[in-house]
């Protein structure tokens, strides 16, 4: 299967030859007479009490590298399962999830919306009470402007995708989301809610911890900057918004990352008369490049979540934590 093939027969060629992966259709969507099915598969451990990561991907149908990292994350997890034992130790410590094909019709058609004209990242049931940036920042004016929000009820994409986040926290210690994303300015943004309001989210010290820990633990990886989305922009409708507006017992933390294609653009001009080469690297070289660029986060998201270090922080610890966040973040 090469690079430029459908990433829902990527995704159904890794179920079909990995029989250890428990995959799920959470919803199926029509499209022009077609059905298309919005696919979970899980990995590791089934015990309800192990924490969980989430890999989303192609959440906006037209950022297909975002997609492309977790399936490549994916695989190569898979590969290594056969003969690492050190990694079939740790996934009997935690459990993985891949969603990586939010948006089927909209990976199938080059969109960022789904086949309805909806942006599913618009289209959750919160809403801003601060101003937000006009139609960027989600909008009920019409499906041929980007942005849209949908009428008011939820896509089947969006709800599929808030029920079974919402069951995994009934059934692990902790869930941890990296959505990816792509097509945000130079540099790569690691945003975490919330996107609807200034104000810090419960808990956003484990945030800050899983920060620290990281830039200590890889000072060279360190390229992300993390912030909460309303420091760069706000918007309706954030569907981990409201997750975790609705979330108050599982430790539960959500990261948006937002791969800075500009710079691929900047480095071949060409790439801005092709919409899609706004939004995804273009050249080979590149596209490999970003392929292996995020794997170390990745990695010690999963590290991180089988060692419950964010888990187990103590109220002092966490309050803490919440005071220095607070000073960097919210001040
Ligand atoms: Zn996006």
């Not at 809403?127 to 909008?139: E, I, N, R, Y």
């Amino acid at each position: 299967m090469n690079s430029d093939s459908f990433e829902l027969d990527r995704l159904n060629h890794l179920i079909a030859c990995y029989p250890q992966l428990r995959s799920q259709t959470l919803a199926e969507v029509e499209y022009k007479g077609n059905l298309y099915p919005l696919i979970r598969a899980e990995l590791g451990s089934s015990e309800p009490s192990v924490p969980t990561v989430v890999f989303v991907g192609g959440v906006h149908g037209v950022e297909r590298i975002g997609c492309q990292v977790q399936l490549a994350f994916m695989a190569s997890l898979l590969a290594r399962l056969g003969w690492d034992s050190s990694l079939q130790l740790l996934l009997s410590k935690v459990r993985l999830s891949f969603v990586p094909v939010v948006n089927p019709v909209g990976l199938l058609r080059g969109t960022r919306c789904n086949g309805q004209g909806v942006d599913l990242m618009r289209n959750a049931p919160i809403t801003s009470t601060d101003k937000v940036p006009l139609l960027v920042g989600g909008h009920r004016l019409s499906a041929k402007l980007p942005w849209y929000r949908g009428k008011s009820a939820m896509e089947r994409e969006t709800k599929a995708l808030i029920d079974y986040v919402s069951s995994l926290l009934t059934t692990s210690s902790s869930v941890i989301v990296l959505d990816a994303h792509s097509g945000f300015g130079l540099s790569d943004h690691l945003w975490f809610p919330f996107a609807c309001r200034q104000t810090a989210m419960e808990q956003v010290g484990r945030v800050y911890r899983l920060k620290q820990l990281f830039e200590a633990s890889f000072p060279h990886h360190n390229h992300y900057r993390f912030s909460p989305q309303s420091l760069i922009y706000q918007t309706h409708g954030d569907i981990w918004d409201y997750v975790t507006s609705k979330q108050h017992t599982t430790p539960f933390i959500a990261l948006t990352l937002e791969m800075g294609s500009w710079s691929w653009v900047k480095k071949n001009p060409r790439q801005l008369f092709n919409f899609a080469g706004l939004f995804n690297p273009q050249k080979p070289h590149r596209y490999h490049r970003t392929l292996r660029k995020h794997t170390v986060f990745m990695q010690f998201l999963v590290d991180l979540a089988a060692s419950r270090t964010l888990e187990n922080l103590t109220d002092k610890q966490l309050s803490k934590l919440d005071r220095l966040a607070n000073q960097l973040w919210y001040e």
